[in-house]
């Protein structure tokens, strides 16, 4: 019994001491893990889109600490991956993070762990890694209709002005023909001689086979009907009013000559530009024209467009407008952009541009033309730098801003002036030119983007979130497709989103610097309804869709 109670005492003892070393253990790991920490300055970082290395600095006391990274793939390396120690006060480590470029389309994220082993506790720095393009969302409404737009393109050389620079059949069929850019509307000047009228017969068959529109233009009125007047001190030449009956009969019979030689005229200009130096009329003028002749005209079978002054401005467009018998003998108003359009940084021009805007409202369903216009800056200076139609950059924010924004105005058919010409749709022999004789320009190309995505369509609703993203939306009616062309008018690539539901199949192609109405991919949104595209740096982009 005595044994016994010894043993128990014994054992007793032992757990005594036990617990009794245990606390002192326990104290002395408490002691030596007070103040100790360990974590990042930054809770998150947003690196560059591209490869790039970024320092963040751990902050640390009395631990040791490990770097480990979660899932992702935007970090590649960090160095060191591990420091720290149990003993000393606050420190700092720099730690290197090496991330590699984000290639995808979206937004991505990765977290790097901070372990502190002392405490056993972790901390997290959250890495953000932007796309490499801008995403821009178009939102398309087919529902929401405007003006019927009737087709592009330009003026064919005269004889008379451009002897050693007309346009051959080759030429004319790498505009007009099969395959070709999809130009669909010629112009030609009525020669006051009527024994040059047979000169542009064969290219207007040319044009007209391939389905384009072909009309046509007078210049001079004629020696034998005219007198000169003084306007603002400068002497003209002037239709006399004893002699509009001959100058409406000179005009039937151009309309006449060319139905017997298998060309039908689609319509006819009063006069090109009748407020310059060519025929003068004053806006009066040309309505009582009009008003008398239009009929007669108009009985041939041609469409009659008027005024057709140079800077399409109110003084010369309202009164024929705004007369009933004139109007009613106008099927197309016509215009042109010489006193500016696309700088609304002018309260000139802005005003201009509202006017001209404002035209289709105005008109009774009728249609408004821009039937002539050119970009030819610095083309007199010897010094080739100054040349501005030489450059890409040129051609995008003037012709191709220049369209869009007629097209957003309500113009249903726009006309370059000559087709064939240095600072034109296509090269020629001028040392000016940027292409070869009869290669296709820059101009060319981006006229080609509206010809072939817009011609015979009716404009609808497009709207997007970036103002430098320029974008018009058509729909074919026939068949239901829609069309877009957009002006990528910033510096960098902008990765385009189009929400649009019932997308059967999808095309595009792009103009840059480099390209020429190259195809480029489109992609299904993640949704599956709709498309993106990649918008190159200083672009237009055409894209067509297909729902059936």
Same mark, same amino acid.
């Given at each position: ?33 007070? #103040? ?31 770097? @480990?990274?979660?899932?992702?793939? $935007? ?24 991330? #590699? ?5 979206? =937004? ?25 393009? =801008?995403?821009? @969302? ?15 393109? #330009? ?11 007309? $346009? ?53 009125? @004629? ?96 009164? $024929? ?64 730098? =100054? ?32 087709? =064939? ?16 004789? #009869? ?17 015979? @369509? ?91």
């Amino acid at each position: 019994m005595k044994n016994i109670t010894l043993l128990f005492c014994l054992f007793l003892a032992n757990i005594l001491l036990g617990a009794c070393s245990g606390g002192e253990d326990e104290k002395k790991e408490m002691d030596e893990g007070k #103040g100790a920490y360990a974590l990042f300055l930054k809770k998150s970082i947003t690196v560059s889109t591209g490869e790039s290395q970024t320092d963040v600095v751990v902050e640390w006391a009395k631990t040791s600490w490990e770097i @480990t990274l979660g899932e992702g793939d $935007i970090v590649k390396s960090v160095t060191p991956t591990s420091g720290g120690s149990n003993t000393g006060e606050k420190q700092y480590t720099k730690v290197r993070v090496s991330c #590699g470029a984000n290639s995808t389309m979206k =937004k991505r994220t990765q977290t790097i762990h901070l372990f502190d082993k002392t405490n056993e506790t972790t901390v997290d720095l959250l890495v953000e890694q932007e796309p490499p393009f =801008k995403s821009v @969302t178009l939102t398309v409404d087919p529902s929401v209709k405007y003006q019927p737009v009737v087709g592009f393109g #330009g003026m064919y050389n005269p004889k008379i002005w451009c002897g050693d620079n007309l $346009i051959s059949a080759s030429q004319l069929d790498k505009m007009y023909g099969a395959g070709g850019l999809g130009y669909s509307i010629l112009r030609l000047m009525i020669y006051p001689n009527e024994s040059d009228w047979s000169a542009d017969v064969e290219a207007a068959k040319a044009a007209q086979a391939n389905g384009a529109i072909i009309f046509a233009c007078p210049w001079d009125c @004629t020696d034998a009907l005219a007198d000169k007047i003084t306007v603002n001190g400068k002497e003209m030449k002037h239709l006399k009013k004893e002699n509009y009956e001959a100058y409406a009969n000179h005009l039937i019979r151009y309309v006449t000559f060319m139905k017997e030689k298998g060309v039908n005229l689609y319509a006819i200009s009063v006069q090109n530009e009748p407020d310059m130096e060519f025929t003068y009329w004053t806006p009066s003028e040309v309505v009582d024209f009009v008003k008398q002749y239009g009929a007669r005209i108009r009985e041939t079978g041609v469409k009659l467009m008027s005024p057709e002054a140079c800077g399409m401005q109110p003084e010369y467009t309202d009164p $024929i407008i705004n007369n009933a018998e004139a109007f009613a003998q106008t099927d197309i108003l016509a215009g042109h952009l010489y006193q500016g359009f696309t700088d609304l940084s002018s309260g000139y021009v802005k005003n201009r541009h509202d006017y001209i805007c404002g035209v289709y409202s105005r008109i009774q369903g009728k249609t408004w033309w821009m039937t002539e216009h050119l970009f030819n800056d610095g083309e007199n200076s010897d010094d080739s730098s =100054k040349w501005e139609f030489l450059k890409w950059q040129y051609s995008l924010n003037h012709l191709g801003k220049e369209i869009h924004m007629c097209m957003e105005g309500y113009c249903s058919a726009y006309i370059y002036w000559y087709l =064939k010409r240095f600072y034109g749709l296509m090269g020629d022999t001028d040392k000016r030119s940027p292409t070869s004789e #009869g290669e296709i320009t820059k101009n060319g190309y981006i006229m080609a983007h509206y010809a072939q995505y817009a011609t015979e @369509t009716t404009r609808i609703k497009v709207v997007t979130n970036n103002e430098e993203v320029c974008a018009t939306a058509y729909l074919d009616e026939k068949t239901g497709e829609v069309t877009i062309v957009l002006l990528n008018l910033n510096g960098a690539s902008q990765w385009l989103e189009i929400p649009l539901a019932g997308i059967k199949k999808a095309s595009a192609v792009e103009t840059n610097e480099t390209k020429n109405m190259e195809v480029i991919d489109t992609g299904l949104m993640e949704s599956a309804e709709g498309i993106t595209v990649l918008l190159s740096a200083n672009s237009i982009t055409s894209v067509r869709l297909t729902f059936k």
